[in-house]
């Protein structure tokens, strides 16, 4: 299987179980993805701080 790092968290997990930040494509897993929704934390930071 191969392993993939989460962008977020540096998680090594399967690439079934990986999604991507909606707004620049980074990997992330389940978990980081449900608490920033879907946004990586660069993303997710950025969004916060221009709205």
Do not use: P
């Not at 977020?8 to 389940?30: E, I, K, P, R, T």
Request: aromatic share 10%.
């Amino acid at each position: 299987m191969n392993k993939i790092k989460c962008s977020n968290c540096s998680n090594a997990l399967d690439a079934q179980y990986l999604m991507s930040c909606h707004s620049c494509g980074s990997v992330l897993c389940d978990r980081c993805a449900a608490e920033n929704g879907l946004f990586c934390m660069d993303c997710y930071s950025g969004l916060r701080y221009y709205n």
